[in-house]
């Protein structure tokens, strides 16, 4: 084996990114490394490049332990990373950027033909004819994607990682791609490949390994799995012994009232116009790979994205969508996945980040009194069983699953008829995680309805009522009642294109 | 109220230890006499002086809150200096006149508002357009003269006094607790601070974010324009040119030294405003310590570094690791002997 890894832990405060993962890759091989957001992809390739200091395991590298503690030093070793934005410099030569850093010097000074020579020699094999004196920039990003992958392979020479170098190329800049990837295999080097598309995962790689929440879920030979099977490997079933306990028993939607209709709502690029009715009490679930067009689809129903097409009408009429602000008048509210960036706002307490939404809709002008304010603070930590010593502890403080139930709580303080969760338990632990769920339900009895977006099937097969499956920035189908299981979601996911796998949503 | 006392404390502190420094200098530094029925003395004079620093940094600390920064507001006072003298001297009279500047103040403010917030440029780029093209209209304004008016009631505003305190120092006392006031009392302070730490959680939370960033700037025209007229009202005269020159760059230092962070986030306007005073304090001190001409901004530069080189939360922690490693030591010395 070129690379073994054995056992490999990352903790991060509240969270194991990593948990004893293995991991091997033999010379000549391109090995796909895939699972959802959060999984532990980046954390495994920031300690294989030595961006993050492993807490546990070994690296053997050519049967060397190695540790390496800076990107150099791991380049120095062998271990070269390409990445999706490509990790030149755009403002200087082709050249230059190849031989940075150890440019051939005649007296002292750069020797720009020995240079331009370097690199063109760098180029060999790469079935590039390109200019190597004119600016990186005027290539498209699939050269740039090459010339990157020609100064790793040049730098370090016999790992060479790609983190989602397909993301931004179009279909014959792929196959450009592959063609130099495969070049590289033969010419042994061994190549991890990370990738959310499984299309590509089957054509070009060898073996795969799945990780799912910062554990090693299976390596297999590529052409032993089909798509169904990998789907499976990658969204798995942690909850099934919750679901064995059986349905939560919602009432059939029939008998509910409709409380929203939204018609033809789309956006060119996002996601094909779909329609959607959400009944009272109702937990819609939306399934699909990340990338498939489910987040957007949530983002547009709350106006983070201006819709193009499309309307929403509730019983009284239209209602507009169109900014977060209108769709929160309308009664909506919507905790976004990464709740990092887009839930908490880090450096204020508690309170304040419970009461923000409810404050904003008052206006600046109407202050909730700071009693009302430390009342539903107070409220909302007992409700939600916020482990935190103080109100006014800032929200940055808390762990991940703590952060999100004041999330939440923002929410529930609005009262809102329309509730969007954006995989409201990624990255919390299990406890934190089986509370919200049970949260949920509660939420519903009162006639609340939910929206619920997740990777982990199982989570919503045990809470939503119907669901709505996302595949390619299209709503494909829609599973109710007896059809939801984790294996029906999943072949709807696995569907291939121009075989709607059961009813068409539309 | 001891909350709003304890995140004053370093920059109250550093007033004291700067008066005690001067003083040491010059002896008669705190003294405050009367004399025509108005306070004089060297602490009243920095009340005075200060005056246009303070009512910069007020409505600096609210953009620097939003994570923006102002640079235009030099130059915003002397466009509206040059508005409010070239009104007195056409004949309108002082309240016309305190109007119009005003008003060009805000519509500075828009501007900035608008180009950072509407079109996302960035807050630097974004003031720096009328920071330099600024000064041309004040030019254009004044026609290139130094524009000088003799109107006794606006010249009130800069040398005037009540109840022997100069009209500048209760000037900026005002603004600054109206403000602050406004900024408290009401969900603004709470608002902007939350668009400051992270805009686009803000935003989804349903905070008009934009509308917010333009009021700031907006807020922060108005205060120029106040500054402005201070400046004008003083000299009596409006001087395109020289109105407000750098003072952006006062404003931005007694932010920081009120410890405000530039990134945005929780803000202290008490805590500026006295920033505003220590840079204030230090000019005037070195004055009269009576060093040579020369060597005052080197001072200045040299004391304001001591300042912040103690608020620094990285030496903070350098020097906690420093203090441990000394322990250590000694511990291990002792262990030995």
């Known amino acids: ?506 | 109220m001891i909350r709003s006392l304890r995140r004053v404390a370093p920059q109250l502190m550093t007033l004291v230890v700067l008066a005690a420094l001067v003083s040491w200098f010059f002896p008669s530094f705190l003294q405050i006499d009367m004399s025509d029925g108005r306070l004089v003395g060297p602490v009243i004079d920095i009340l005075k002086r200060g005056a246009p620093v303070a009512i910069l940094a007020v409505g600096m600390t609210l953009v620097v809150a939003t994570g923006g920064i102002d640079l235009s507001v030099g130059t915003v006072m002397a466009i509206t200096g040059a508005v409010a003298a070239s009104a007195l001297v056409s004949g309108w009279g002082v309240p016309v006149a305190l109007i119009l500047a005003v008003g060009a103040g805000m519509i500075a403010g828009l501007w900035n508002g608008c180009l950072v917030a509407v079109l996302g440029i960035q807050p630097i780029v974004a003031t720096l357009i009328l920071m330099t093209a600024g000064r041309g209209i004040a030019q254009l304004i004044t026609e290139g003269r130094i524009l000088t008016y003799s109107d006794t009631g606006f010249g009130f505003l800069g040398s005037g006094s009540i109840l022997g305190i100069p009209v500048p120092a209760l000037l900026w006392v005002l603004t600054g607790v109206l403000v602050a006031l406004l900024m408290r009392r009401t969900a603004l302070g709470l608002l902007v601070e939350a668009v400051g730490v992270n805009k686009r959680a803000s935003a989804l939370a349903g905070v008009n974010a934009r509308g917010l960033i333009i009021v700031v700037y907006m807020a922060s025209g108005l205060c120029a324009a106040l500054a402005g007229i201070i400046a004008t009202a003083d000299i009596r005269g409006a001087d395109a040119n020289n109105a407000g020159l750098w003072l952006e760059l006062d404003a931005i230092l007694a932010v920081v030294i009120g410890g405000n962070s530039l990134l945005g986030g929780r803000f202290s306007i008490a805590a500026s405003v006295l920033g505003a005073m220590i840079i204030q304090t230090i000019d005037t001190g070195i004055l009269l310590a009576g060093f040579p001409s020369e060597y005052n901004l080197v001072i200045k530069a040299v004391l304001v570094l001591a300042i912040l080189m103690i608020q620094s939360p990285h030496l903070a922690s350098e020097w906690a690791l420093i203090r441990m490693q000394i322990a250590r030591r000694r511990a291990a010395r002792e262990q030995e002997v």
């Open chain 1, 1 to 506: 084996m070129l690379l073994t890894i054995q056992s490999l832990t990352k903790t991060f405060p509240g969270t194991k990114a990593l948990d004893g993962v293995n991991f091997d890759l033999s010379a000549g091989e391109v090995h796909a490394l895939l699972g959802e957001n959060g999984a532990g992809k980046s954390t495994l390739i920031k300690c294989l490049t030595g961006a993050y200091r492993r807490d546990e395991g070994e690296m053997h590298l050519d049967g060397r332990l190695i540790s390496p503690t800076s990107t150099s030093e791991a380049q120095e070793l062998g271990i070269g990373t390409v990445y999706q934005e490509v990790n030149l410099l755009p403002n200087l030569t082709v050249a230059q950027n190849l031989t940075f850093g150890r440019e051939p010097r005649r007296f002292g000074l750069i020797n720009s033909r020995a240079q331009k020579l370097a690199a063109l020699e760098m180029l060999q094999g790469y079935g590039l004819d390109i200019d190597v004196g004119r600016d990186l920039s005027s290539y498209s990003v699939a050269i740039q994607q090459i010339i990157a992958i020609a100064r790793a392979v040049a730098v370090s020479g016999k790992v060479l990682i790609l983190d989602e170098p397909t993301a931004s190329l179009d279909a014959a800049e792929v196959r450009m791609l592959f063609d130099v990837v495969r070049n590289l295999r033969d010419r042994g080097l061994g190549i991890v490949f990370v990738s959310h598309f499984l299309d590509q995962v089957f054509e070009l790689t060898d073996r795969l390994t799945v990780l799912r929440n910062g554990q090693h879920v299976v390596t297999e030979q590529t052409a032993g799995l089909d798509r169904l099977q990998l789907i499976h490997h990658m969204l798995g079933r942690d909850l099934e012994a919750v679901e064995e306990q059986g349905h939560t028993g919602h009432a059939p939607i029939v008998e509910r009232p409709a409380m929203l209709h939204f018609t033809g709502i789309g956006r060119a690029g996002v996601i094909e116009p779909f329609d959607l009715t959400v009944h009272e009490g109702e937990v819609i679930g939306f399934a699909g790979l990340l990338g498939s067009g489910r987040t957007e689809s949530a983002e547009l129903l709350f106006g983070l994205r201006r819709a193009q097409t499309g309307e929403a009408r509730d019983q009284s009429g239209p209602i507009s969508i169109e900014t977060p602000q209108s769709a929160i008048a309308a009664g909506f509210g919507f905790a976004p996945e990464d709740r990092k960036t887009d839930g908490i706002v880090a450096e204020l307490s508690i309170r304040e980040n419970i009461i923000l939404a409810l404050q904003a809709q008052r206006g600046w002008a109407r202050p909730l009194p700071r009693a009302e304010q430390d009342r539903l603070a107070a409220d909302y930590i007992k409700r939600l069983d916020i482990r935190t010593s103080d109100a006014e502890k800032a929200i940055g403080d808390l762990s991940g699953g703590n952060q999100q139930k004041v999330v939440l709580a923002r929410w529930l303080a609005m009262n809102p008829r329309f509730l969007i969760l954006d995989e409201p338990t990624r990255g919390i632990d299990v406890g934190a995680h089986a509370e919200i769920l049970k949260l949920i339900d509660r939420l519903t009895e009162d006639g609340m309805a939910v929206l619920i977006i997740s990777s982990e099937l199982d989570e919503l097969v045990v809470a939503a009522d119907r669901i709505i499956v996302v595949r390619d920035r299209r709503h494909v189908s829609e599973l109710t009642g007896s059809a939801v299981t984790s294996d029906t979601i999943m072949q709807a996911i696995a569907a291939e294109d121009h075989a709607p796998a059961q009813e068409v949503a539309r």
